[in-house]
């Protein structure tokens, strides 16, 4: 079974502020993929990154920096200097490879940026 | 189109009635899933399609619930007798055909319809 753990339930930080969002992932694979979504309020989830479980390397975008441990089953995502617009439900997800999987999603950890 | 579009946005039906809920994705979007998601949660799978054929309904959480996708672009989400416990957001989400080289194609979401029942 695959789960998806966000124990953050809300977040609040002033503008300019760095805020990090947890994410501990538990399965039983060994290949798998982890996501980020942002659910603004409009509804709308819009993909965020895909990881693969091959490959641990940190990555940054912009504001936005993912840091996937592999031997703690966690994939955290850092926004620095967050802004208002960062204000958003965020989930991670896991899937299994392949054609088709279904994704599973934790609950989200709602962000709030006041300015 | 350039996006998953989902009608109606909003959907206030009384308990007992019938509802159905549509999804149109990308154009050429193989693969389309359906998810619900109840207020504060995260989305939770019901049901998929490639092409026509429906090849998991394994999270459809009653036989009241029934989703099809007759020519394998346009999908409705049907749900019969409605409960107040199917108040909830029903997403839409496509990707694209075949596997890319990632293993795992990026789901494209629509914004959602969102069901209450009194």
């Known amino acids: 079974a695959q789960k998806v753990t966000q124990a953050q339930t809300e977040i609040s930080v002033v503008e300019k502020e760095d805020v990090t969002l947890d994410c501990v992932y538990e399965?039983?694979?060994?290949?798998?993929?982890l996501f980020w979504y942002k659910q603004p309020p409009s509804g709308e989830l819009v993909f965020l990154i895909r990881?693969?479980?091959?490959?641990?390397q940190n990555e940054i975008s912009g504001r936005y920096s993912w840091n996937f441990q592999k031997s703690t089953s966690s994939f955290n995502f850092t926004i620095t200097a967050s802004q208002v617009v960062d204000s958003a439900v965020y989930f991670c997800?896991?899937?299994?490879?392949?054609?088709?999987?279904?994704?599973?999603f934790g609950t989200g950890t709602k962000l709030q940026v006041i300015p | 189109g350039a996006g998953v579009s989902q009608s109606p946005r909003y959907k206030v039906a009384k308990r007992g009635q019938d509802v159905a809920l549509r999804c149109d994705p990308i154009?050429?979007?193989?693969?389309l899933f359906w998810y619900q998601q109840a207020l504060g949660q995260g989305p939770e799978f019901l049901t998929y399609?490639?092409?026509?054929?429906?090849?998991?309904k394994s999270g459809l959480p009653s036989d009241r619930f029934f989703a099809e996708r007759p020519e394998g672009s346009v999908s409705t989400l049907k749900i019969q007798r409605t409960q107040q416990e199917d108040s909830a957001v029903y997403l839409c989400?496509?990707?694209?055909?075949?596997?890319?080289?990632?293993?795992?194609?990026?789901?494209?979401f629509g914004a959602g319809s969102r069901l209450t029942v009194l």
């Open positions: 399609f490639q092409n026509e054929a429906q090849l998991d």
């Open positions: 399965t039983r694979d060994t290949t798998y993929y």
């Open positions: 990881r693969n479980s091959f490959d641990e």
């Open positions: 154009s050429g979007h193989v693969s």
């Open positions: 989400a496509s990707s694209a055909p075949g596997v890319d080289l990632s293993g795992a194609n990026v789901l494209t």
């Open positions: 997800a896991l899937r299994r490879p392949g054609g088709y999987q279904k994704v599973t």
